[in-house]
């Protein structure tokens, strides 16, 4: 069907890489039953018959419907940090870091901002009560990871003299939250549409510029 085949094309990056098709097939049909039926009503039998797998092959490949959950937005995350993946802090090259962190904001946005993704976070949140699992999963498994990945590479640029003093961790929560501001609320309750790509570019350099002001390397400040 259509419909399957156009699930399955944007949870292609669900199977983290992995080239299995198999794997792919599992990850889409999981999604696309989650989003009918609710994570708590979802059944591994039905994701199993839409996947065309046998139930022994998927829970082979995932031990629960969490983990599959877990595998779409670790996956998602994991495109997120890829410019931080492909730079890494070079000594005297201050420009490259804002840069890096330009990219980095656009790619965030850019991913977040999906309506797959934004489902995630609605499925989340409407099943807070019955299973509270899924919003530690998404937490863990997006925030929380990239922003241990950014404050690690920020931690590096310090190392090279590139960003000034401060704890990485809170300079990377500092960059996120001007990233954002509220943004994630305003499409999650639908009073807004997505972000265009000039938008998001111009969110992401706003954030770099002030982030890069605040905690700008010593002997840039005279």
Not at 78 to 89: D, F, G, I, N, V
Not at 90 to 99: D, I, K, S, Y
Request: net charge positive; proline share 5%; aromatic share 4%.
């Amino acid at each position: 069907m259509a419909g399957k085949k156009a699930v399955t094309a944007r949870l292609r990056p669900g199977a983290e890489g992995s080239g299995d098709p198999t794997r792919e097939r599992v990850l889409a049909a999981a999604f696309a039953v989650f989003r009918k039926r609710g994570f708590s009503d979802a059944t591994t039998l039905e994701i199993a018959r839409r996947a065309q797998v046998s139930k022994r092959e998927l829970y082979a490949l995932f031990g629960s419907k969490q983990a599959m959950l877990a595998a779409c937005i670790r996956a998602r995350a994991s495109r997120m940090r890829q410019p931080l993946e492909l730079a890494a802090p070079v000594p005297g090259r201050g420009e490259a870091v804002a840069a890096t962190l330009v990219e980095l904001g656009s790619s965030i946005l850019r991913v977040a901002c999906h309506p797959d993704v934004l489902a995630v976070h609605r499925l989340a949140i409407a099943e807070t009560e019955r299973a509270p699992a899924i919003a530690r999963t998404l937490d863990s498994n997006g925030r929380e990871a990239n922003h241990a990945a950014l404050a690690a590479w920020l931690a590096k640029a310090q190392a090279q003299g590139l960003i000034g003093a401060g704890d990485p961790a809170a300079i990377a929560a500092h960059f996120l939250a001007l990233l954002w501001g509220g943004l994630l609320i305003q499409l999650l309750l639908r009073v807004r549409e997505a972000p265009t790509p000039d938008e998001i570019e111009a969110r992401a350099r706003a954030a770099t510029e002030a982030v890069l002001t605040l905690y700008a390397p010593p002997r840039a400040r005279h």
